[in-house]
């Protein structure tokens, strides 16, 4: 079965650190970009970034609203990518979601699968 | 930053045709890309590059374009169509964008 499998929920207090994973199986994980969106509560989904994790080099594009924010990595050796927080805020808490992330034709992005989704809390 | 413009809400009776509509400046240079979410689960894209449908989604779901505006018809709404649904983009650096969501309420 082709799916994206995320970890858990976590709770953190502000200033932690953070790195939340989502392992492809059931693709060719090195043939596709993976990226991540966030949904804060009650809110819209926002694009935070793209990474492409090839066999022979790794590309990035990050929105600016999420550049120097978080941290797109990802293991090829186990197909899984990762979503890193440096030190935690409190409007950091929202639902993210990994999903492949396809190019249309025009170097345009869309998702063709995801993840269930990463609750992160950030709370004192 | 790039933007793209949805209506809130949408509201039909069962039986009926919804349109959503996603206005942009880029829209006529790059493709969209329409995502259905319900309640508590993850987002499903139910048409692609404009117009194409995916695998599994029901014939009524369908998408046009036309200019700076581009248009989700779901023709002969179902109780289940009920959600939120996001128009996707691309701007002119290469990142994505999402519209702001319209809920859809199927009377």
């Known amino acids: 079965e082709v799916q994206l499998v995320q970890s858990g929920a976590e709770v953190k207090k502000p200033g932690e650190s953070l790195k939340i994973s989502c392992k492809g199986s059931g693709y060719s994980f090195t043939n596709y970009w993976i990226g991540w969106v966030r949904q804060m509560p009650g809110k819209g989904l926002e694009w935070m970034g793209v990474i492409y994790p090839g066999d022979s080099d790794t590309r990035y594009t990050y929105s600016p609203s999420f550049q120097g924010q978080v941290t797109i990595s990802a293991d090829k050796s186990i197909s899984t990518a990762y979503l890193q927080w440096s030190s935690l805020k409190a409007s950091d808490t929202a639902m993210h979601y990994c999903?492949?992330?396809?190019?249309?034709?025009?170097?345009?992005?869309?998702?063709?699968?995801w993840g269930r989704g990463t609750l992160v809390t950030v709370s004192s | 930053s790039y933007e793209l413009t949805q209506p809130p809400s949408v509201s039909v009776s069962p039986g009926q045709t919804a349109r959503i509509t996603c206005s942009g400046d880029?829209?006529?240079?790059?493709?969209a890309y329409w995502y259905q979410q319900k309640p508590g689960q993850a987002p499903v894209l139910v048409i692609y590059?404009?117009?194409e449908r995916p695998s599994g989604i029901p014939e009524r779901f369908s998408g046009s374009s036309s200019g700076t505006t581009v248009t989700l018809t779901i023709s002969g709404v179902q109780a289940e169509d009920e959600a939120d649904y996001y128009c996707q983009s691309t701007d002119s650096s290469g990142t994505g964008v999402f519209g702001g969501g319209t809920k859809l309420t199927v009377l």
């Open positions: 590059k404009d117009s």
């Open positions: 999903a492949r992330a396809r190019q249309g034709g025009n170097a345009d992005w869309y998702f063709d699968l």
């Open positions: 880029e829209l006529p240079k790059q493709y």
